[in-house]
C-alpha cells in the first residue's frame, strides 16, 4: 500500500501546477532570424519584434541551447538579446525587446509571468547605466539592474514604484522569477530562485497600478542614457519564458 501511495506522489510531482497561456520559450523557433517573420501586416509566431535597432536580427537576438538554464528541460533553447550602440527605437535609449504575440488573457484575473536571466563575463552589462528589464509600459512590475551616475551592480525587483528586492548580478548564476499578478486586486508578488532551486516566494504582494492590453510587456532590455555612458556591447540571456495561469508551477523544470 506505501507502494502505491509513493508512486502516486511521484506522478503528481511531474504534473503542471499552472495551465500555460503563452509560450515564449523559443522551442518552435529554428533561429531567431524567424523574428523576421512577424509584421503588423503577418502578426505571426510567439513574439512581436519591432523594438530594435537597424541591423540585422542576429545582431540582437540569438538562440542556442547554451543559452539557457540547463536546469530547465521543458526548455530546448534560450536567447542571448545583446544591446549596442546601434540598438536604438524611436529613442537615444539602447533597446532589444520582445513582445508576446498572442490574444491569450495573459492580462486577466491572477497570471504568472515566467523567466530565468543572467549575464556572463563577456559584453558584461554597465553597472552606470540604468537597465529597465522584463517590464510593463506602465512599470507596475520589472527587474533593474544598474544607476546612471554611480555604479550598482545589484539586480533588483521594483513594484509599484520601489525597489522591493535586490541582489548581486553575479556571472553566470541564473536568476529564475516569476511575476505573480492579480490583476483584480491591484497586487504583484516576486517568486525567485537560482540554478535549478525551486521559486520561493520573496517579495510582495505589493499594491500597484496592474494594468496590461495584453501586448506590453517587454522580454528584453532597455538602457537609459547617462552621465557615464559605456559605448560596449551587452549580453543579457534569457529562458523558460512563458505565461501561465491556475497555481504557479515553482520548478525551474518547465512544463512540456
Known sequence: MLGKVALLNALASTVSAGTILWDGRFNNMTTSADLDNWSWSNQVGPYQYYIHGTENVTEYVNLDSSYKNPADNGTTQGAKI???STAKWNSDMWRTELIPQTTAAINKE?????????????NVPTATNEHQICFFESHFTELKYGESGSSN?????????????????????WHNVAYEIDFSSGTVTFWHSTGADELTKTAGPITASTSSNGADWHLGVLRLPGSSD??????WYFSGVYIESGSLTTSVNSPA
Open 153 to 173: 551592480t545589484n539586480l533588483q525587483w521594483y513594484a509599484g514604484g520601489q525597489s522591493q528586492w535586490k541582489v548581486d548580478l553575479e556571472a553566470d548564476v
Open 82 to 84: 545583446t544591446i549596442d
Open 110 to 122: 491572477t497570471v504568472y509571468y515566467h523567466f530565468s536571466i543572467k549575464r556572463s563575463s563577456t
Open 230 to 235: 559605456s559605448t560596449d556591447a551587452e549580453d
